[in-house]
């Protein structure tokens, strides 16, 4: 049977403890999700500043539907690339202070176009140690155009000095997470730009968790560090998580967006997204620049949570993001919590290995700005429960 070897691979997971399962949620995203019956309140969502169930943005998309269909039928580059889609380029250049942007279906997608792109035969790349899925696989796509690839320990400057000091090639890309997605913590950015300045090398910055919610305007990471745009950045955004509706683009210099726009190949051969996403990205960016009053409740509510975790027996990693992982270290325990909290009507995602590194499965709770004061005060009184 073709499907044995399948069989044995499943149960192996199972034995393992490691089988997946997915919820089926009976809500919108947003504060509460109702999963057979039961309503619990949503510590497992990307949706940071509350916007995936707001009537506005639902409003722009169904106009956008309307005015321009639902298809775009084509990709961008043969006849699929509509003026909302146009718009949101424009837009997002604006908004980030980079010459130009593309918009991508997904931040998988944007990520596996660029460092396979920018690098081939003979370049090097040198990437963070906890970089997201998305950009490891891009970096074995330029692995096997012929690009030489390295990785660093997490944050580890001097280590990824040594590398670029001691490469022969003369064209580096430095591939980073703005802020590491089941850590929390930023990469520091200056200190990437000027290795990127002195050694001549690319920077490529993920930002899937910063944009919209950190630096003024939520402009994201680089905002947050008073950095602005430079001709050496490619930055990646993604617009599925606080943006709230789905997609991602990559900002640049004129010159590095258009060759990207040449040669990327998930760029290329894809039907560019409905029109309509475009539409509601536009109204989205509208609520993300003026959304100061959605990210003060963002923070005050993650001040609040690591104030009221302080004395339980498990640290939460030094994260000033929506991202908050309590490290409970062994894989059942953290199992054991998750499924104590969903009990109690709170949804945290317990996160095991191979997604972090072995003994340090944790809880990763994700804030947000539809949370309230008395939610944040439930999820904390539980844990105190269960600890
Ligand atoms: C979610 C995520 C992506 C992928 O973005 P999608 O739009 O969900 O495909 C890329 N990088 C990081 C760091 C992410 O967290």
Known sequence: MIEDRL????????????????????????RTATVDGKNALNFASNDYLGLAGNTELAAAMADGATTWGTGSGASHLVSGHLAPHEAIEQALARFTGFARCLTFSTGYLANLAVTPTFAGRGDAVFADKLNHASLIDAMQLAKANGAGVQRYPHNDMAALERQLAAT????????????????GDLAPLPLLLDLARRYDAWLVIDDAHGFGVLGPQGKGSLAHFNLSADARILLMGTLGKAAGVGGAFVAGSETAIEYLLQKGRS??????????????????????ADGDSLRQRLFANIAQLREGV???????LPSATAIQPLIIGDNSACVALSQGLWERCLWVP???PPTVPKGSARLRICVSAAHTSADIEQLITALGELA
């Open 7 to 30: 069989h044995a691979e499943l149960a192996e997971i199972a034995d393992l403890g490691l089988t997946r399962r997915r919820r089926v949620l009976d809500t919108p995203c947003g």
């Open 310 to 316: 302080r004395s339980l027996p498990w640290p939460l």
């Open 350 to 352: 317990a996160i095991r």
């Open 168 to 183: 022969t090639a003369t064209n580096k890309l430095i591939v980073t997470d703005a802020v590491f997605s089941m850590d």
């Open 267 to 288: 760029y290329i051969f894809t039907t560019a997204a409905p029109p309509a996403i475009a539409s509601a990205l536009l109204k989205s960016l509208q609520l993300i």
